[in-house]
């Protein structure tokens, strides 16, 4: 009898299985695909895993967030493309600092930027590069974004396997759109008293929304090419910028 | 392939394009005329002109006196060759070797060429018929040899279409003129009684060359084909090119496509067997009216998939216009690179898609243009925007390392925009600062790091950077210009950190 149960709940959970990956869920270690370490925040995906070969829609509402939310999405980014792959940043008008991307793992020189005005045109780019089997990751930076246009770009990425990150930047209409997630990054201040300067880049993420997970709030920093939480003992000994001066 | 040439010559280049440009003029008699020595001289005769006895070379006065009724006409320099040069130009689709024969004449290299169009005749009657349709008075001949072609189009009486290794039947009965001689070797000629070619060209050469000079016998071997003797084009041949004539003008969209599939086809066998790509390929329509309807694109690397290069011109294809039909195609590759399969290497990333990217950025640049498409390597500058430079291929690496030692913004503004500041002291981070109507509060700061101006290029003030962290936690990068010592200095906002 129990044996019969036992057998049951296997059935339930391979059934369960496939229908998350019908839905778009990629399990990384099956297909032999990068994956990313989010650190606790993949507590909030089914199976703690991050979805790859999914579109991910972040928002952001002044140039503070944007530029916070640019840090995260590298961070993701590096470990997706892992030194050798390529990525699309496309955006109406380049504001990245490529060099900058370099303490997030990113390969600036793998990055090809593309400078789209037209939003019909960006769209377009998007989806086209988002097709592009051999690319690992996708940004694409948009104000508007309606539900079928997400949803062009959500069937785009599920044939390709690239991971899509829409950012949309002071964006009017938020909407419902068909991404698989929703994120809000924001600042969160160095606060420990004792060193004076800036410390390492630090987080507040806000995931509002994930297809079959549990959305949720975490303060997260990203410390030797990692994210981590906050509150890990670490935080003592936190690498300052070696600058140099003169 | 035995060589065949045809000649082409127009009895009347000049006048008849002027009496095509005005269709009143078409029966009139019109003369052109240039100033020669104080007088005005006839430089061209129209048909009906000459036919009433007005001659080249005449006087205006004296023209005038023999047909009151003439008009005149400035004759412009150089008119021939433009006309010639234009009228080789649409020859082209005959033939890929035209040459212009000064003054009054067009040679084609038709070698391999007639049998597109079925065969000699059909192919020589096409030509004549099309251009005595434009209006010109011409008289065409194809040979084995340059010079029998021109001596038939010129004296001939029997046929226009030499045979292959009869070309000295034909010359036979022609006037010594069709030698392309001099005048006055033709007046010696004519002195002696000698009024057909027939009637010297068995004479011993050596007796030929010492009464009439080598130039006479040099022409007697050209025109039989003894000596070689080589055409110009007009146009430099591009040795990738594809050829398609239509039956039929084809006017559909689906037609033009079916056609540039198969010049693409067989272009790119050809480059694979080769192992190059192309750079750069031109296709072209030759319409029935005399119209060129061209397309263009160029890729980021080289490339020879038939598939991508479709998808490249099908963006383009609307721009034709093929108005009453399209009766020639020509597919050509003016730039072909070499392309082996190392180079897809750098590029081939998690799974190996041939060019994938490549193919991406191509259809990119032929929709949008290929300015929006950048990509960045460190370049060796002091001052941050200008410390990144664009790649000039996709190919290209890096000379040197992105550094990570030094804290850059992720989001770095075009151009820093000038902030208020409230310092506390020289040398120090500001304690707060306005930007954009807003007052941020500074918690936390590091630096100052200082960046001078390279003295090499242009002379002016350093700037000492500082991260700064507001009361919120937000990040911004500030820099002073200059020293305190030179007066009140200039505070700037360049960027935002993560």
Known sequence: MESRVNQRSEIIQSLQKEILALQGHRRAVDDNLPSADLGPILAAFPEQIFPIGAVHEFISYDNEDTAATAGFISGIAG??????????????????????LKIFGVRPERIIFMELPKQKECLWAIEEALKCKSASVVVGEIGELTFPESRRLQLAVENSNVTGFIHRIKPRIVGNVACVSRWFIRHLPSNNSEIIGVGV?????????????????????????????????????????????? | MPRRYVSIWFRHLTTDWMSRRKPDLKDKAFVLAAPERGRMVVKAVSITAQSKGVELGMVVADCRAILPSLEVFDYENGLEERLLNALAEWCLRYTPVVAIDMPDGLTLDVSGCPHLWGGEKPYLKDLIEKLRAFGYDIRAAMADTIGTAWAVSRY????????????????????????????ETTEKLIKLGLYQIQSFIK?????????????????????????????????????????????????????????????????????????????????????????????????????????????????EIPKIAPALGIELFILEAPIVEDLTPEQEKLWASKI????????????????VGSKVIHRYL??????????????????????????????????????????????????????????????????????????????????GYFRDYYCTEDDSGKRYWLFRLGPYSAGDPKWFIHGFFA
Request: glycine content about 6%; charged content about 30%; hydrophobic content about 35%.
């Open chain 1, 79 to 100: 470990q997706l493309m892992d030194g050798k792959g390529t990525a699309f940043w496309i955006s109406p008008r380049r504001t990245i600092f490529p060099p900058a």
């Open chain 1, 201 to 246: 880049p630090r987080w507040s993420v806000d995931l509002t929304k994930v297809r079959n997970g549990r959305p949720g709030s975490w303060q997260i920093e990203w410390f030797e090419k990692h994210f981590q939480d906050i509150s890990q003992p670490e935080i003592a000994i936190r690498k300052i910028h070696a600058l140099k001066t003169g």
């Open chain 2, 156 to 183: 001939g009486q029997v046929t226009p279409l030499v045979p292959t290794g009869k070309n000295l039947e034909a010359l036979m009965p022609l006037p010594p003129a069709a030698l392309r001689i001099e005048n």
């Open chain 2, 203 to 315: 004479m011993p050469r050596s007796t030929l060359s010492r009464r009439f000079g080598k130039k006479l016998l040099l022409r007697i071997d050209q025109a039989t084909g003894y000596a070689q003797e080589w055409v110009l084009g007009i146009k430099p041949l591009v040795p990738y090119q594809e050829r398609l004539p239509c039956l039929e003008p084809i006017r559909t969209r689906k037609g033009i496509e079916i056609a540039l599939n198969k010049l693409l086809e067989t272009l790119c066998v050809r480059l694979a067997k080769e192992d190059k790509g192309l750079r750069t390929a031109v296709f072209r329509g030759y319409r029935v009216d005399n119209n060129i309807q061209e397309i263009k694109i160029g890729t980021n690397r080289p490339s020879r998939n038939t598939i991508h290069l479709f998808k490249l011109f099908e963006i």
């Open chain 2, 352 to 367: 190996n898609h041939d060019g994938e990217i490549a193919e991406f950025l191509d259809r990119v640049s032929m929709k």
């Open chain 2, 378 to 459: 460190p370049a060796e500058r002091h001052w941050p925007e200008n410390s990144i430079k664009e790649a000039k291929s996709l190919d290209e690496e890096a000379q040197i390392e992105y550094t990570e030692d030094l804290p850059r913004p992720v989001y770095l503004l075009p151009i820093p925009e000038p902030i208020e500041v409230m310092v506390q002291l020289p040398d120090y981070p500001p304690l707060h600062f306005i930007y954009q109507n807003k007052r941020h509060k500074v918690i936390k700061a590091d630096g100052p790091e200082r960046i001078a101006q390279e003295w090499w290029e242009k002379e």
